[in-house]
């Protein structure tokens, strides 16, 4: 049980208080861009080429706006006159809004078609005839950097090959060192597959420019509504779009997970529409769009090593990244960070030694590389160290469990500085993984898979004890675009005593509404259900970097935090003043000042903050309001100890999670309901990867499962009966010592669910198995074991 | 995900319906529950120009037993299946199959005619009524006739329903004595079409001896299979775990799956030939009860 502060009524830190957004959803009546319809407004659908590499010779719209209503047919060369057919991505590179010559992967926006209606859009779209001419395609990234590759971003002066970037961090030689002189090596190369983020909402947008007031206002779909007024006024402001002109409304979301970070093609498409025709311009993907041609998510191939003793002392590791990228970086990672924090890939585990690189590079497929539910390419990372950790514990011969205990970075070592330049500000890995234990009664369960196996049965159990780090980020390493990433909240007080809160952040799902308001309610005693919470409109918010890589807690509310203790500071003043008593005898219990020594004076808060406005102290200014914008000291780094058990059919391959037990520790809690619930989802996000989700490609770059019949999203039937549970080491340096959890469980799943399905299956000689682990895909390992007949 | 125009009718009596269909002609298609029609029409691999929606006509949804058969309306929907009372009885084969099939939504809507009428080997029912030995009544200008499972499934989407008739009702001889049924499929998760699926009906004397057995094959072949050999080599034998064994391995190896992202052709195989022998042995148990 959590201990809280305040009072239910209050409803601060730690109560589970019921979503206050679940209201409008669960009746139908949330307000999401779909739902936005202004008078005169045009729709717009977008020609996508069926190739992954070609040459557009001509597009013939002639068919197209013979049909009436359609409007009109946008091409590059259109958008070419404005400078409008290219733009940038988050990464400094470069990305097209529409083609003039050349598309590199299937599914990339050709050209737009506008009509009075969305199904006289999708006529017109049929009718347009581009003429292609198909070139072989770029779709191995490893053969991407072979010297007789195309090179496909000839675009760029001077480019030789298909090579985006190097990075490194660690100390190569120690590492190397470590390495020669170790008793134990294990190695193995994983992909991480490109997967999608396939929220239920698509992405979408209402432009709606007026052409009298020169102001756009743009409602879409998007998780940081703010960097995108300014990137929008960065790639239009020659044109007159300048950044007081631009309204952008992020409304309800149906679902982000990093996806509704990137600037798509079709949103700028439509802003370019409306601007020269002033009417608003509604662009709505449909389901297969958004899956074959919006950012993909992961797609690293690693090579993964770990060095130690032959007792289990975990020594060092290595890894090699190769990155496909698609045909541009398109990443949403902070900009001095191309692959992101994967650098955390050194886990949970005391040791001295790492090394890590990655390279990047162009293929014919779709941008992006977005955090899907991740904080930038950290489940790429705790993949790898996970899946290595039960090798190594596989090699020397110990339980995974056993091995892991001896390794852990011990509670009294934090802060504790990894060998890649991170700072864990806090952790006790050994109670998560006992507590997790007990749950699950491991010990019975490794008796219980001696005697299944004995029956031919096959039993799995899996570990996975990852350490996340979250909440970009410190103004000093962390920008985007140059745009520190700090965040922020404004409090407003009402003289009754009720209160807005308005944020840089943007939930899609998280709870925000709720989460915030028990923040300042436990920093102000004004009951949750007083205050209103506002995100999304760039008019009236203050600025942020908005909600991805589990930052909103970490950053906007530590910055609630911070701006109600400057009201509380406020309120202390004026009680004083109200009490004819100084400051110093007054003490505070969450709702009101007292005298201290006599708590029958005292002031309740809201009797404070109307006295703010009908009765402040002389030389006092008026009103009860505060904004603050918080820079973080340092990330924050949760951790987790998931334990999942699998039984595996041993005739068909089916795979069955027979239970999960998840012990996250996001440090303080502020809705344990919320909490449990954001692990739910991002579980359930996890067993995608780890058992379902691939986007497959064929050599001539189609892509094979692009609608949801072959993309296997899992749904409730295929989630087992989650358990979850925490432990709490609150964040050091974080005003209410909370962590951020909405990822932990997407991170730290994958590697759980695979070692237990590699254990069930490990007496038949099976030692590593690539993800998505289907059926399917362990039967023919199990041929290669020779458990089944090979019998072609 | 925009379908092309089309234009609607609904007509509430079965001639209405036949006379539309014969005047529209080609372009029209009977419309039942939609769940297959509207997403091949929403991918424009379908464009129709005219719908006949057949949902209106009174009379043509039903689940019972009549004249030595159990009778099925066309438009029974597949929620009506799983909730009657003689299938939960009689037919458990249906509730394993219905189950199967999607998601409430989906079965919500999707009718049983349908489910055959559309032609596909990945829907589940063609094998389920290949195992009953069912037979499909159609009705057309000139009246009602009659077609066996085994003659109905044509070709890729094409069913012994000619242009202008309609579906009306599927007969299977009724369960009697030690009767069981069962149905399974390999999925890769819920709703999916099958990797592999095998449907079993089996019926006994009183010595437990073999005297009816029916095998369908789901997803495996270009049309709905029966495995013909599985039967008989089950008919009048005592079903021992030998002949059980012995139809498993026919029907892995009478069937002619193709590679897609479900599996390759060892694996279809290997997944019939353990569905096989697993359908069989739970019909077998269920005969017995
Ligand atoms: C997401 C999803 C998953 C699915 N998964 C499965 C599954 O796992 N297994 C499975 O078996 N099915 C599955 N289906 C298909 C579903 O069962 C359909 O409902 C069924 O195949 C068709 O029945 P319907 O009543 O919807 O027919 P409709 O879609 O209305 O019609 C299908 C075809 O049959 C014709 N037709 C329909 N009724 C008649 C009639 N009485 N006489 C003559 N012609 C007729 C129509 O003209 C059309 O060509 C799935 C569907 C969806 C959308």
Redesign the interface.
């Known amino acids: 049980m959590i201990k809280c502060k305040t009072s239910k009524e209050i409803g601060g830190m730690g109560h589970s208080k019921k979503r206050k957004e679940d209201a409008r959803f669960i009746q139908g009546k949330g307000n999401y861009v779909d739902d936005v319809k202004l008078p005169g407004m045009l729709y717009m659908d977008i020609v996508r080429s069926p190739y992954a590499y070609a040459k557009i010779k001509s597009i013939d719209a002639t068919a197209a706006l013979a049909i009436p209503g359609v409007v009109a047919v946008v091409t590059g060369k259109d958008l070419e006159k404005y400078g409008l057919h290219w733009m940038p991505t988050l990464m400094s590179d470069t990305q097209m809004v529409l083609p003039t010559d050349t598309v590199m992967y299937q599914a990339q926006e050709v050209a737009a078609v506008i009509a009075t209606s969305r199904y006289l859009a999708r006529d017109g779209k049929e009718a347009v005839m581009v003429d292609y001419e198909p070139m072989k395609p770029v779709m191995d990234p490893f053969k991407a950097l072979d010297e007789d590759a195309p090179v496909l971003r000839s675009d760029q002066e001077g480019k030789t090959d298909n090579h985006i970037w190097h990075w490194e961090v660690g100390d190569k030689e120690k590492t190397a060192n470590v390495f020669d002189n170790a008793d134990v090596v294990v190695k193995q190369q994983m992909h991480i597959p490109r997967i999608h983020v396939a929220s239920i909402e698509t992405c979408g947008c209402v432009a709606s420019y007026d052409k009298v007031t020169n102001h756009l206002t743009m409602y879409m779909t998007t998780q940081a509504p703010h960097a995108i007024r300014t990137v929008i006024a960065l790639v239009a402001g020659h044109v007159g779009l300048t950044e007081e002109k631009i309204r952008v409304i992020s409304p309800d979301i149906g679902g982000g997970f990093g996806g509704k970070v990137p600037v798509y093609p079709g949103y700028v498409i439509a802003i370019a529409v409306s601007f020269l025709t002033g009417a608003p311009i509604k662009w709505i993907e449909d389901r297969s769009e958004n899956l074959q041609a919006d950012s993909f998510a992961r797609d690293y191939h690693i090579t993964a090593e770990m060095a130690g003793t032959k007792d289990g002392k975990i020594q060092a590791t290595r890894f090699k990244v190769l990155a496909d990228h698609g045909y541009t970086d398109a990443s949403a990672n902070p900009s001095k960070f191309p692959t992101g924090l994967f650098s955390i890939g050194t886990g949970s585990y005391d040791y001295g030694a790492a090394y890590m690189e990655a390279d990047a590079v162009y293929t014919n497929k779709p941008p992006g590389g977005v955090a899907y539910r991740c904080s930038f390419r950290v489940t790429e990372a705790v993949h790898a160290i996970e899946r290595m950790t039960d090798m190594f514990a596989k090699k020397v011969g110990k339980d995974p469990a056993q091995l892991r205990m001896e390794n852990f970075i011990k509670k009294e070592d934090f802060p504790w500085a990894s060998p890649t330049g991170w700072s864990y500000d806090s952790g006790d890995y050994h109670a998560g993984l006992q507590k997790a234990m007990d749950a699950i009664d491991y010990h019975g369960l490794r008796k219980e898979q001696i005697e299944m196996r004995a029956e031919g049965k096959f039993l799995g159990i899996g570990i996975s004890t990852f350490t996340e780090v979250v909440g970009a980020g410190p103004s000093q390493d962390f920008d985007i675009l140059g745009i520190k990433m700090f965040d922020s909240a404004e409090i407003r007080v009402h003289p009754t005593g009720k209160a807005i809160a308005r944020f840089g952040t943007k939930s899609q799902g998280q709870g925000h509404e709720t989460t915030y308001a028990q923040i300042i309610a436990e920093e102000l005693g004004i009951p949750m259900e007083h205050i209103q919470i506002e995100e999304g409109d760039t008019d009236t918010a203050p600025y942020g970097l908005g909600t991805y890589a589990s930052r909103s807690t970490p950053t906007a509310g530590a910055a609630a935090a911070m701006a109600a203790r400057k009201l509380r500071d406020k309120a202390k003043k004026i009680a004083a003043h109200l009490l004819e008593v100084s400051e110093q005898d007054l003490e505070w219990e969450p709702g009101k000042f007292f005298v201290k020594g006599a708590p029958e004076k005292s002031k309740t808060i809201q009797e404070i903050v109307f006295a703010a406005y009908t009765n402040h102290p002389e030389g006092m200014e008026g009103g009860f309001e505060a904004t603050h914008y918080y820079d973080p000291p340092n990330l924050t780094f949760p951790s987790g100890a998931y334990i999942c058990v699998v039984e595996v059919d041993a005739e068909t391959c089916d795979i069955k999670v027979r239970r999960f037990v998840a012990i996250d520790d996001c440090g303080n809690i502020i809705n344990p309901m919320i909490v449990q619930g954001q692990v739910h989802g991002g579980l359930t996000q996890g067993i995608a990867p780890a058992m379902y989700e691939e986007l497959i490609y064929d050599d001539s770059g189609n892509i094979l499962n692009g609608t949801f019949m072959d993309y296997l999203v899992p749904t409730a039937v295929e989630s087992p009966s989650w358990e979850t549970g925490h432990t709490v080491t609150p964040a050091p340096h974080h005003p209410i010592g909370a962590k951020g959890v909405g990822e932990s469980p997407t991170v730290g799943a994958p590697p759980a669910i695979v070692n237990a399905i590699v254990d069930a299956v490990a007496h038949l000689g099976i030692k590593h198995l690539e993800i998505p682990v289907t059926p399917f895909k362990l039967f023919k390992e199990l041929q290669n074991v020779g458990y089944f007949k090979k019998t072609t | 995900?925009?379908a092309?125009?089309f234009n609607y009718d609904a007509p509430t009596s079965l001639d209405e319906a036949i006379a539309l269909l014969h005047e529209y002609g080609d372009d029209a298609k009977i419309l039942a529950g939609g769940h297959s029609l509207i997403p091949m029409m929403k991918l424009?691999f379908a464009s129709p120009t005219h719908l006949i929606d057949i949902n209106n006509i009174p009379g043509l949804s039903y689940v019972k037993e009549e004249d030595g058969y159990l009778k099925i309306g066309a438009m029974t929907k597949e929620v009506e299946v799983e909730e009657s009372e003689i299938i939960h009885a009689k037919y458990q084969i249906f509730m394993d199959a219905t189950k199967l099939i999607a998601?409430p939504q989906v079965r919500n809507f999707g009718t049983l005619g349908g489910n055959l009428a559309h032609g596909d080997a990945a829907n589940d029912h063609p094998a389920v009524m290949i195992a009953l030995g069912a037979d499909v009544e159609i009705t057309g200008k000139d009246g009602k006739r009659t077609v066996g499972i085994d003659d109905f499934f044509q070709g890729f989407y094409t069913t012994a329903v000619e242009h202008g008739e309609v579906l009306t009702e599927i007969r299977i001889p009724a369960a009697s004595g030690n009767y069981g049924s069962a149905y399974h499929k390999?999925e890769?998760?819920?709703?999916?079409?099958a990797?592999a699926g095998v449907a079993a009906m089996i019926q006994m004397d009183d010595q437990g001896r073999c005297t009816k057995a029916g095998i369908g094959l789901t997803n495996v072949s270009p049309l709905p299979l029966r495995a013909s050999r599985s039967e008989e080599v089950l008919i009048g034998s005592d079903l021992s775990e030998a002949v059980i064994a012995q139809a498993a391995q026919y029907a892995s190896e009478d069937c002619s799956p193709s590679e897609d992202?479900?599996?390759?052709?060892?694996?279809k195989?290997?997944?019939v030939s353990?569905?096989t022998k697993r359908m069989i042995n739970k019909a077998i148990s269920r005969a017995k009860k």
């Open positions: 995900m925009i092309e125009n424009r998601d390999a890769r998760k819920v709703g999916d079409y990797t992202l479900r599996g390759n052709v060892e694996y195989r290997h997944l353990v569905i």
